[in-house]
């Protein structure tokens, strides 16, 4: 069999998988670390019962589903209050209840969304409107 | 397999009383708890209102007076952008013929050429913004308010140029960087791209609050209630006096009455 131009095309080749590859080289056996979300806020530390709206596994996988629901029934249909399943009471709103308790935001929402790839700020862009809590300056 | 008509109708019947399962099933896991519920301590009205007592805002309040203004602008996170163009106002003041054009004469009280008289969403029954809103993001809630949800504004303006009272503005840019007042915590802001316009403090009723101009006026110009009930302050005030509205003749049936 013969290649026409075979030279030229096998190198382009060779190029073309090298630098295809170059990352998986690069970056071989060094797993990212996974992100650890830090809960030691002084709010939650204080709480006697560190339970959330909803248990943790639904959080974790579920949030955004709550919050697309909270905001639903708060903007659209005036609704306020969320009744969890143990009775105990929330006001339905990012700002002013779910920062109450995670105020790290930069350990808390942006470890998992920076490691999966979303943009800061831009993907979810919940904090272009809502004004996320204030820092202590060494904790970022 | 031989199978009798007999046979067919009962396992038809058994499909059918296994379709009754999950609405039991949903019936019998169904908690007593409510899942969202309104704050107890909500105002609750049918059709929200406001009376501007021109003449009290004239008489008591000192000239140039912005206690309402400065009040909801500081409680929203209302920019100064300083340019007239791209100028951002919940609530503001406007000459009498600009409020009420056509109703303006030569020789009526000096008054009424130079006073302002407090302009706002009117929170219109046949609201022209709500019916233009390719999203639905400016909606009418049942108590009368007409609402926006900056989550779903694409900021296509459809609706400012729905609005015959320039009561909504436009964030040209991001909004953040020109709020002058100290920020508040426990609102948000806007982003570039969207429209904003007054919301009669819908937030502060769910807690209830008053509106933030009605708390902040000193001297009762500004009065909020319920129009279908007959006991509340705008009705008594509507009763007592004789009032106008601005641009009456468009049948967008707006929801601020002013006494002149």
Avoid at chain 1, 45 to 58: A, D, I
Avoid at chain 1, 66 to 74: D, F, G, K, Q, S
Wanted: hydrophobic share 35%.
């Amino acid at each position: 069999m013969k290649i026409y131009n075979g030279k030229p095309i096998i190198i382009g080749l060779i190029i073309f998988v090298g630098v295809a590859l170059f990352p998986v080289f690069y970056n071989g056996g060094k797993a990212s670390p996974p992100p650890e979300i830090k809960l030691d806020t002084p709010v939650i530390q204080q709480m006697t019962e560190k339970q959330c709206v909803l248990p943790k596994g639904e959080m974790r996988t579920g949030h955004m589903q709550v919050l697309n629901e909270w905001r639903t029934e708060v903007v659209r249909n005036g609704h306020r209050v969320y009744v969890a399943a143990d009775g105990k009471q929330y006001n339905m709103s990012l700002q002013n209840e779910c920062m109450k308790c995670h105020s790290n935001k930069s350990q808390f929402c942006d470890a998992c969304h920076v490691y999966a790839g979303l943009q800061l700020g831009a993907v979810p862009y919940c904090w272009t409107c809502h004004i996320e809590p204030k820092e202590p300056k060494e904790t970022k | 397999m031989e199978s009798s008509r007999r046979d067919l109708l009962k396992l038809g019947g058994a499909c059918a009383l296994g379709l009754t399962t999950l609405p039991l099933v949903k019936a019998h896991a169904k908690s007593d708890l409510p899942k969202v519920m309104d704050n107890p301590d909500a105002l609750k009205g049918k059709r929200w209102a406001m009376v501007v007592d021109a003449k009290k805002c004239w008489e008591k309040g000192k000239e140039g007076c912005k206690d309402c203004i400065d009040a909801c602008h500081k409680i929203h996170n209302v920019p100064d952008i300083g340019n007239v163009k791209e100028e951002i106002k919940w609530i503001w003041n406007e000459k009498f013929q600009h409020v009420f054009p056509g109703m303006e004469s030569p020789h009526m009280a000096h008054d009424y050429h130079e006073k302002p008289f407090m302009v706002f969403c009117n929170h219109c029954g046949n609201a022209p913004c709500v019916r233009v809103c390719p999203t639905q993001a400016t909606f009418k809630r049942p108590d009368g308010i007409t609402m926006m949800d900056f989550h779903r504004c694409i900021g296509c303006r459809y609706c400012m140029a729905g609005c015959p009272y320039g009561a909504r503005s436009f964030n040209f840019r991001d909004p953040r960087a020109f709020i002058k007042t100290e920020l508040n915590m426990t609102f948000p802001t806007r982003e570039r791209g969207v429209v904003e316009k007054c919301s009669f403090c819908e937030e502060r009723l769910a807690v209830g609050l008053l509106p933030a101009c009605v708390e902040a006026c000193k001297h009762g110009a500004l009065v909020f209630g319920d129009l279908e009930d007959p006991n509340s302050p705008v009705r008594k005030l509507l009763a007592e006096h004789f009032t106008i509205r601005r641009k009456p003749e468009l049948g967008t049936e707006p929801g601020v009455y002013y006494i002149v």
